[in-house]
């Protein structure tokens, strides 16, 4: 059985803007590493007890802005970009614990 030269990715076809700031791609990958996705879930206990606590700091934040939104009518922006961060972080690690990528997602929500 001969190897057969792996076919150039297609690109991407461009996405009509549907007003979300949020897209979230994914590259398919041929060859995974073994022992990554053997110990995944040991490698994720860290980043599961960041991510609990770091989240029940959200629920707060989310009762503040509430608060915040009621009274001034808008959102406070250092608030809002604390959550985003959140969210964008909490997304990286899933995207890693369900396989979808093999990089370690790094302790930060930097797009």
Partial sequence: ?????????????????????????????EQRSRIKTLFRVILLIPAAIVAYVIGIVMGILVVISWFAIVITGKHPQGLF????????WTIRVQSYYFLFTDEYPPFNGNP
Avoid at 3 to 19: E, H, K, N, R, T
Avoid at 81 to 88: E, H, L
């Fill in 81 to 88: 970009n604390s959550m985003a961060n959140f969210f964008r």
């Fill in 1 to 29: 059985m001969t190897d057969l030269p792996a076919a150039p990715a297609a690109p991407m076809p461009p996405v009509p803007s549907s007003g979300f700031p949020v897209r979230i791609d994914f590259d398919y990958v």
